[in-house]
C-alpha cells in the first residue's frame, strides 16, 4: 500500500495499491522533486473515468512501467473532481502544447510545478497512433537531464502563454440577446437534435436559454429547436431507458451509443431542463424523463441521509464498456414472454445501438415509438404501452441483480448546490413534498459539514473554489423561495458577501475561480463545460439579491460582469448560452413582492408558474402580490388564477 490509502477520494483510494510511490497533490511531493532534482509526473482522472481504469490496468499495474516511475519521477496522483482547479490549469496547458484535453491527463512538470510535456490516454507500447507510455517515460527522464535550459526557457514561454489577457469591458445591449440566439441556432443539428456534431454534449444552458427566449418572444422556430432537442436526447442511448437519469454525453450525434458514467452535475441541470419544458409545453413526457431524473438520484446518487454523491462509474470493469447498461438478444429472450420479446425488441433493440468493442450488446433507446409498434403489429396501443411498461419493469429488475458500477460517494458542496437547487425546482411543479424535504435536509447536512464558521469546503478538509460558493448559495436562496424563511435568505446574503471579498476581480470585474494562483494564475471564465458557468450563475444570483435585499453592491457587480464577458461570450456560441440567460435576467428580471404566506395558494401560484427570470421577497401577509419589472410595479394580484394569466401574458 502506498500513501494514497490515506486519502478520503475513492479515486485516489484505488491506486494506493499500486507499486508506484503515489504522492496526492501537496508541497511535500514538490520538495522532494527538489530534493532529488526529478521531475514530477502528474497523473489527474476520476473514479468514473473509463480511460483513465483502461491506463491504470495497462501502465501502473505494470511492473516495469512501476519502476521507471519510481526510479526518475515523483509521482502525483490528482482526483480532478476533489481539486478541479489545479487540473484545469494543467488541462489549458496541455492543451496549449497541441495535446487535446480530457482525462487521464499525464502532465510532466518541474519540481516548480511548471508543465513542460504532457498528453491524455498513453498505452503501455506504441498503439494506435499514440506512443507507447514506456518510451515516453525514458524520453521525458533523459530529455529532463539534458535539456534544462530548453525546458527553462519552454516552461516560461508557457506559463506567459497561459496568463489570462485583460479583458475590457463593453456596453451591454438588449440586442445582443436576438444576437446570442441566432449564433446558437446556428449550430442546431435539424436532423438529430442538440448542437453540433459528435461527440455531443446536452449544453443545458444554451436550452435554458432558448426555452425562456422562446417564452418571452413566442418565436416558434426556437420552440421547435428546443423541443426537437429535448425529445432527441430522452429518446436515445444517451438516456438510461431503463433507470431513469442521463449518461455524460453522447458518442455519436443521433444520442445512440453512450460515455456511460452519469454524473450529478449533468442531471441536476437536464432535470431544471425537463422540468421547465414540461412547464412550459406541457408535455407529459417531458415531466416522465423528469421523474426518471429524480429516480435514479434518488436510488442511486442519493445518501439516505441528506447529501447528493457525486458520480456512478461508467463500467464494472475497463475490459467490458458499458457492460452494466447493454443487453444481449438472448438475455431479452430469457427474461421476457414472446409478446414482450417482439414488442420490446422493436422498441427498444436496434442494431444501431451496437458497441464496436461487442456487436451483440446493444445499447437500448426509443427506436420504436408505440404508435409506430401498434400500427406494424396491429395491436392496440394501450396494450403496446402495457407491454412496454411490464418489460420495461423485468429489465430494470434484472439489470438490478447485476453487479453495479462503482458510486463515488464523496459529498461535494458544488454538486450538492446543483441537485437541491434543482430539486426545489421541481417541487414547485411536481408538488412532492419528499422531494422538498430532502433537499431541505441535505442543505443543512452540507451547511453544517462544510461551512466552519465563515469558511466553505469544497469536501471534507479541501477549501472551497468559487463554484462551491455560487451553486450554493443558488441552493439557499431556491430554499427561500419554496420556504420563505428569512433564515436561508440571510445565508445566501452573508455566503455572497464572502463569494465577493474572495473571488470578484476588483480590476476588470466578474469573479475569480480559486482563491490562491496556481501556476500564478487564476482563472475568470463564462463558458459552460458543459454545465453553466458559475460566472454567470453567479450574475443572476446577484440580481436576485439587489432585488430581495435593496443592496445596490449585487447590482453593480452584477452589471460590470456582464459587461466584461460581453466579447467573449459573443465568440463563444453554443457555450456561453448561460452568460445569455444572465443577460436575460438583467433586462427582463420579474421582482414578486410577496405579501402572502408561503404555501398559500396565491403562492404555490407563483412558485409553480413557467417564470423565466424572477426574484421573491417575502413580507408581511396582507393576501397579495405585486409584480414589478423595470423599476414599475404593477397592481397587486389577489387571486391565483388572475397570476397565472398575468404571468403568461408578461
Known amino acids: 500500500m502506498n500513501r494514497l490509502s490515506n486519502e478520503k477520494s475513492a479515486y485516489l483510494k484505488h491506486s494506493s495499491s499500486q507499486k508506484i510511490d503515489w504522492y496526492p497533490w501537496s508541497e511535500e511531493a514538490f520538495e522532494k522533486a527538489k530534493q532529488e532534482d526529478k521531475p514530477v509526473f502528474l497523473s489527474s482522472g476520476a473514479i468514473w473515468c473509463h480511460w483513465c481504469h483502461v491506463m491504470a490496468g495497462e501502465c501502473f499495474a505494470d511492473d516495469g512501467i512501476a519502476d521507471l516511475l519510481n526510479e526518475y519521477f515523483v509521482c502525483i496522483k490528482l482526483d480532478r473532481d476533489e481539486r478541479p482547479e489545479v487540473d484545469r490549469r494543467y488541462q489549458h496547458a496541455v492543451a496549449a502544447m497541441g495535446h487535446g484535453g480530457g482525462w487521464p491527463l499525464s502532465v510532466f512538470l518541474t519540481p516548480d510545478k511548471k508543465p513542460f510535456f504532457g498528453g491524455t490516454y498513453f498505452p503501455p507500447e506504441d498503439r494506435g497512433g499514440r506512443p507507447g507510455f514506456r518510451k515516453v517515460l525514458e524520453e521525458v527522464a533523459r530529455f529532463y537531464r ?9 516552461t516560461d514561454r508557457l506559463i506567459e502563454f497561459l496568463q489570462p489577457e485583460p479583458m475590457m469591458q463593453e456596453e451591454i445591449q438588449k440586442n445582443n440577446l436576438e444576437q446570442a440566439v441566432e449564433s446558437i441556432l446556428s449550430e442546431y443539428d435539424a436532423q438529430n437534435g442538440g448542437f453540433g456534431a459528435s461527440p455531443k454534449f446536452p449544453m443545458p444552458g444554451a436550452v435554458e436559454f432558448l426555452m425562456n427566449r422562446y417564452f418571452l418572444t413566442g418565436n416558434k422556430a426556437i420552440g421547435f429547436c428546443v423541443k426537437k432537442t429535448l425529445e432527441a436526447m430522452a429518446k436515445g442511448g444517451f438516456h438510461d431507458q431503463l433507470g431513469g437519469g442521463f449518461h455524460r454525453y453522447s458518442t455519436d450525434e443521433a444520442w445512440i451509443i453512450p460515455h456511460f458514467e452519469k454524473m450529478a452535475d449533468d442531471n441536476a441541470w437536464l432535470l431544471r431542463n425537463y422540468i421547465d419544458a414540461y412547464s412550459l409545453f406541457g408535455n407529459k413526457y417531458f415531466k416522465d424523463v423528469a421523474e426518471g431524473i429524480i429516480a435514479f438520484t434518488g436510488d442511486v446518487l442519493s445518501d439516505p441521509d441528506g447529501g447528493f454523491y457525486s458520480s456512478q462509474d461508467a463500467d464494472v470493469t475497463p475490459e467490458d464498456e458499458g457492460g452494466y447498461f447493454t443487453w444481449k438478444e438472448e438475455d431479452f429472450r430469457r427474461i421476457l414472454n414472446d409478446e414482450e420479446f417482439m414488442v420490446l425488441s422493436l422498441h427498444f433493440f436496434n442494431d444501431r445501438g451496437s458497441m464496436q468493442h461487442d456487436g451483440s450488446k446493444k445499447v437500448l433507446f426509443d427506436a420504436m415509438g408505440a404508435e409506430e409498434i401498434a400500427a406494424k403489429t396491429g395491436k392496440e396501443l394501450i396494450d403496446v404501452i402495457e407491454i412496454i411498461n411490464t418489460g420495461r419493469g423485468k429489465l430494470l429488475r434484472e439489470r438490478m441483480k447485476r453487479e453495479s458500477p462503482f458510486i463515488d460517494r464523496i459529498l461535494y458542496t458544488s454538486l450538492n448546490g446543483m441537485m437541491i437547487s434543482s430539486y426545489l425546482k421541481a417541487y414547485r411543479v411536481l408538488k412532492d413534498g419528499k422531494m422538498k424535504d430532502f433537499a431541505l435536509k441535505s442543505l443543512q447536512k452540507i451547511r453544517k459539514k462544510h461551512l466552519i464558521d465563515t469558511e466553505l469546503y469544497h469536501s471534507e478538509g479541501v477549501k472551497a473554489v468559487l463554484d462551491d460558493y455560487i451553486y450554493l448559495i443558488d441552493a439557499f436562496i431556491a430554499a427561500y423561495e419554496v420556504t420563505g424563511e428569512q433564515s436561508y435568505l440571510s445565508n445566501a446574503d452573508e455566503l455572497m458577501e464572502i ?7 476588483n480590476n476588470e470585474g466578474g469573479f475569480l475561480d480559486s482563491e490562491e494562483e496556481i501556476l500564478d494564475i487564476r482563472i475568470k471564465g463564462i463558458e459552460d463545460i458543459p454545465h453553466p458557468s458559475a460566472n454567470a450563475v453567479a450574475v443572476i444570483l446577484m440580481l436576485k439579491l439587489y432585488h430581495m435585499t435593496g443592496k445596490e453592491e449585487y447590482h453593480q457587480s452584477a452589471e460590470s460582469a456582464l459587461k466584461v464577458f460581453s466579447a467573449k461570450a459573443r465568440d463563444m456560441g453554443i457555450h456561453s448560452g448561460y452568460y445569455y440567460c444572465a443577460l436575460d435576467a438583467y433586462f427582463n428580471m420579474l421582482k414578486l413582492d410577496m405579501h402572502t404566506k408561503s404555501g398559500s395558494e ?14 421573491f421577497v417575502y413580507s408581511e401577509d396582507k393576501g397579495y402580490i405585486v409584480p414589478c419589472k423595470n ?20
Not at 539534458?146 to 519552454?154: A, G, H, L, N, Q
Not at 396565491?602 to 426574484?615: D, G, N, Q, T
Not at 423599476?631 to 408578461?650: A, G, H, M, Q, T
Open 631 to 650: 423599476n414599475i410595479c404593477y397592481e397587486p394580484v389577489e387571486r391565483p388564477d388572475s397570476l397565472r394569466i398575468f404571468l403568461e401574458k408578461r
Open 499 to 505: 463569494c465577493i471579498k474572495k473571488f470578484r476581480d
Open 146 to 154: 539534458s535539456k534544462r535550459d530548453e525546458i527553462t526557457k519552454f
Open 602 to 615: 396565491l403562492a404555490e401560484a407563483a412558485l409553480e408558474s413557467f417564470i423565466p427570470y424572477s426574484s
